[in-house]
């Protein structure tokens, strides 16, 4: 990019941006590099008189911190696309490059292509955050899809993620819900001025959803999408990472395939909604040089975390209340449906719709059940999960219930 496009970017920037040195542990010989010098060891790169900005892009942390504090110590700016890396160590990393004077760039952090970097610290900047939620990992997405388009089952989507190169050969990172983790953590410590706090970040991944909460979500109205969630409420910020039903008509729910999308709620503009290619070396370099232009212009801002003392803390999970998708493996018997009514109803808990269907009942050890699809009204997350205990104990339920919750996307629809 920096060599086919050089005209643009030196106008964009208003400086040469030039590539001077390379290094990366393993040797690249087929990888043309413009004249620039190589090495294998990444120490040269900050140590080197002819560097002004190190990018780094090799993953993992404990290599990438190396990098990164000796660049900082070097009094070089840094560019980086490692979510891991400032999702984990960046309050610690952000506090020493704004003690050595240097920039931290990381557009490229969260969603590849998309500017949601610049969004909440830029063009958002005037407004309070409300909330936001976001597709940000597209392997997940591709299978979701996969399993509601194609009638696919999880694994026979993953594989063809795989297949495809949308996966990696051990997907847990992805479909577990790390990967996203990660970098919701860094935006919700951006929208909220909050210092980044990985651990406090509630993960849940898609392999346990099955094809059929897929259609029954889709019968019911809903997509199911894999969401990261941050939301500051009188507790504190809520930040998780989970399967959600999406209402159709939200526009995030209509976001496909591999693409990534972040919905952004602030107090004056309203709902935006930002979405492109979340992965891949084109969005990924995009986002790099876009951090260098900025750089070059003398346009880029401090991106660091407040003190803790200043910011709210982590809200409980528990505090959490959203409707629910539950599905319950009954035996196909007469009373079965009334014990589960009456178990949430003496946990205050209504039911919204109710899916029940003969054809679906299917052989089981010698007996026949029937799934009951349940979607609640909205409920604390703590009576849920009560509920959920103690209707997998009824004598007439014959094993664990999938429980989904249900999106609370507020004006998603762009009305």
């Known amino acids: ?29 087929e990888v043309d590099l413009g004249g620039a010098a190589f090495s294998t060891d990444l120490a040269t790169l900050p140590a080197a008189n002819d560097v002004d900005v190190v990018v780094e892009a090799i993953g993992g942390e404990d290599a990438a911190k190396t990098l990164f504090s000796a660049a900082v110590a070097a009094k070089k700016h840094v560019v980086t696309a490692n979510k891991a890396l400032i999702a984990v160590h960046g309050n610690e990393l952000m506090r020493s490059a704004r003690e050595a004077g240097v920039f931290i760039g990381i ?7 998309i500017p949601i970097i610049s969004a909440l610290t830029r063009g958002l900047a005037a407004n309070r955050i409300e909330w936001l939620a976001g597709i940000i990992n597209g392997t997940s997405n591709y299978v979701l899809t996969a399993m509601s388009e194609e009638g696919q089952d999880f694994r026979a989507a993953l594989r063809e993620a795989q297949r495809l ?11 577990e819900g790390i990967d996203a983790a990660h970098k919701l953590a860094i935006l919700a410590g951006l929208a909220f001025g909050t210092p ?4 406090s970040v509630y993960v849940e991944g898609i392999s346990d959803v099955e094809a059929e909460d897929v259609a029954y979500a889709r019968e019911l109205g809903y997509r199911i999408k894999h969401l990261g969630i941050a939301r500051l409420n009188a507790n504190g910020v809520e930040a998780r990472v989970h399967p959600c039903l999406t209402p159709e008509s939200a526009l995030i729910g209509k976001v496909d395939g591999v693409m990534n999308a972040v919905q952004v709620k602030g ?16 969005p990924t370099a995009s986002s790099i040089v876009s951090d ?44 079965v449906f009334a014990d589960v009514a009456q178990t949430l109803s003496r946990h205050g808990i209504s039911i919204e719709g109710v899916i029940q269907q003969p054809q679906a009942i299917r052989g089981k050890r010698g007996a026949e059940w029937v799934p009951i699809v349940i979607l609640t009204d909205v409920v604390a997350e703590r009576d849920a999960e009560r509920a959920v205990a103690d209707i997998e104990k009824l004598a007439g339920v014959t094993g664990k219930v999938r429980r989904i919750r249900v999106a609370d996307l507020a004006n998603s629809s762009g009305e």
């Open 292 to 335: 260098l232009i900025e750089l070059a212009r003398g346009a880029a801002g401090w991106i660091s975390a407040p003190p803790a003392k200043n910011a709210p803390g982590a809200s409980p999970l528990g505090d959490l209340t959203c409707a629910h998708y539950l599905n319950v493996p009954a035996e196909d018997q007469p009373g």
């Open 1 to 29: 990019m920096l060599r086919c496009e050089a005209g643009a970017l030196t106008a964009a920037a208003g400086r040469q941006l030039e590539l001077t040195r390379v290094a990366s542990r393993t040797p690249r010989p």
């Open 267 to 282: 107090h004056a503009v309203g709902s935006t909604l930002y979405v492109g290619p979340g992965a891949g070396a084109g």
């Open 196 to 199: 980044f706090d990985f651990d």
């Open 107 to 113: 557009e490229a952090a969260v969603a590849g292509g």
């Open 165 to 175: 190169g949308y996966a990696e050969a051990d997907p847990t990172f992805d479909v």
